[in-house]
Nanobody, 129 residues
Framework: EVQLVESGGGLVQAGGSLTLSCAAS????????IGWFRQAPGQEREGLTC????????YFEDSVKGRFTLSSDNAKNTVYLHMNDLKPEDTAVYYC??????????????????????WGQGTQVTVSS
């Protein structure tokens, strides 16, 4: 059974940091692109960043470039989203997604990520001002 499980969300003050984890199971981790998305209340799901596990290529949207970084632990089939200098507008439910066919590039987030095959349940991040 394919599973993606996000963890690490919580409440943080503006300017603070959080690290989210996306633990994958049930598929060959190395062959996939992993994307991170978020959805705030009343807003469309937004693509933030992606990583191609096989070649470690990453892409970041302008909204998070310079503040968010990625790392991965292939032995644990886990991708980490390191979020720094958090702002109240970063408040949202954060999701990771995986797909075998999609490339990690500037189009990864098109159609609100609907092309990704597998999704986690999401983890809430709340940034207080």
């Amino acid at each position: 059974e394919v599973q993606l499980v996000e963890s690490g969300g919580g409440l943080v003050q503006a300017g603070g940091s959080l690290t989210l984890s996306c633990a994958a199971s049930g598929f060959t981790f190395d062959d996939h692109t992993i994307g991170w998305f978020r959805q705030a209340p009343g807003q469309e799901r937004e693509g933030l960043t992606c990583v191609s596990i096989s070649n470690r290529y990453t892409y970041f949207e302008d909204s998070v470039k310079g503040r968010f970084t990625l790392s991965s632990d292939n032995a644990k089939n886990t991708v980490y989203l390191h979020m720094n200098d958090l702002k109240p507008e970063d408040t949202a439910v954060y999701y990771c997604a995986a797909d075998f066919n999609l490339s990690c590039d500037s189009d990864f987030g098109r159609a609100a990520g609907s092309y990704f095959d597998y999704w986690g349940q999401g983890t809430q991040v709340t940034v207080s001002s």
